[in-house]
């Protein structure tokens, strides 16, 4: 289905629509008629003593490393569980907020489909619901993130064949088969993203007692990392500080030895799609290798991910389009075809299932 048409931005003028991928590292918001309106870091810096929230998404990321010691910048969704849930409430309520500055409705009441992870407790669900309720939300509704990956990847989730997707993010990675609308197996792991930066960090460390940066990593790992031998190795400098001398330092590294030390994060990525590959129904599994392994989420990018899932599973793994506003676009698509696709939706509570 087309994501934008004349007729549903002429409805977006009138009732908001719109779908919130809360994730470990970016949030993404997606308006109905209008597409990705929002796509920020999911960091709030906060002052310690008073909890005040002093600045949320790019503006608070943009203080990371610069703050005065009386003032934090936390990333509240870091491991996939909300952990801190004022905080998470602020994030919510500031980008629905935001949300609404993209429409003409004096006073919108918008509907919400938010992804949250599939690991958090009713008691969190509950907590995010009626966040969003708080700031403003007309009506509700929760997805898990691998639902929405999945329904925004283009998965036949809802018919009685089985799919799957690994939704690779900052903090977790997500495996989920799906089969009528639901899901059959699942696994996540808190290794993704994240934990490869810490890899490169630890390595250059270990091998040139060279101290890197977290954001210094992400760059290497984005420009040269990989999962599979690439049809052309890569260098790169790398540039920080040498734990002997104090002195500033740069190493050139290779994309090989990139490789090696993503290898560890890599194969506990590979060892959770074949664990949940093996927990998976017999008729599934033959639907699955027909269809394919979809690949979501930023770590669907690091270089031959996807060419590693099909060697190691020999099942053709496939990267979803624009895998990183897969959630977004996903819980947006479920408030524009709610009928058909209820079902998805988690109900904690019955005023979310109206
Ligand atoms: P989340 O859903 O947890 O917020 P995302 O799906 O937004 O996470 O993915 C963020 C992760 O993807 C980060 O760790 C980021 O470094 C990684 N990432 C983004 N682009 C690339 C790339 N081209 N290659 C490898 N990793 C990438
Ligand atoms: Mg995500």
């Not at 087309?2 to 918001?29: K, R």
């Not at 990847?153 to 495996?175: F, M």
């Not at 269809?291 to 099942?315: D, F, P, Q, W, Y």
Request: with cysteine; hydrophobic share 45%.
């Amino acid at each position: 289905m087309p994501l934008w048409n004349p007729i549903d931005a002429l409805l977006g003028l009138f009732s908001l629509d719109i779908g919130i991928d809360l994730g470990t590292a970016n949030t993404l918001v997606f308006v109905r008629g209008k597409g990705i309106v929002i796509n920020e870091p999911s960091w709030v810096a906060i002052e310690k003593e008073s909890r005040r929230v002093l600045a949320i998404g790019a503006e608070a990321k943009e203080m990371v490393g610069r703050t005065p010691a009386n003032i934090v910048a936390i990333r509240p969704l870091r491991d996939g569980v909300i952990s801190e849930f004022e905080v998470t409430q602020a994030m919510l309520d500031y980008f629905i907020k935001k949300a609404h500055e993209h429409s003409f409705i004096p006073f919108p009441r918008p509907r919400v489909v938010i992804g949250i992870p599939s690991g958090v407790t009713e008691v969190e669900q509950r907590a995010v619901y009626d966040a969003a309720i708080a700031a403003g939300a007309r009506e509700a509704y929760l997805i898990e993130e691998p639902m929405a990956a999945a329904i925004g990847a283009g998965l036949p989730v809802t018919e009685p064949r089985g799919s799957i997707i690994v939704d690779i993010g900052g903090g977790t990675t997500e495996v989920a088969v799906f089969s009528m609308g639901g899901i059959v197996v699942s696994g996540s792991l808190r290794v993704a993203g994240d934990e490869m930066d810490e890899d490169i960090i630890q390595y250059a460390r270990q091998k040139y007692n060279l101290m890197i940066g977290e954001q210094t990593a992400e760059r290497v790992k984005i420009a040269i990392g990989s999962a599979y031998p690439l049809p052309e190795e890569k260098t790169m400098l790398l540039r920080g500080r040498n734990l002997v001398t104090g002195l500033p330092d740069a190493v050139e590294v290779s994309s090989i030895e990139i490789r090696e030390a993503l290898s560890s994060s890599v194969n506990l990525i590979i060892d959770l799609i074949r664990d949940t590959l093996e927990r998976t129904p017999p008729e599934l599994i033959s639907d699955i290798m027909e269809s394919g392994i979809c690949l979501a989420g930023g770590g669907a990018l690091l270089k031959g991910m996807a060419e590693r899932v099909t060697a190691e599973t020999h099942i053709r793994a496939w990267v979803a389009q624009d895998p990183m506003t897969c959630v977004a676009r996903g819980a947006g698509m479920v408030l524009e075809n709610l009928h058909v696709l209820r079902q998805v939706i988690l109900s904690t509570d019955q005023r979310e299932i109206r």
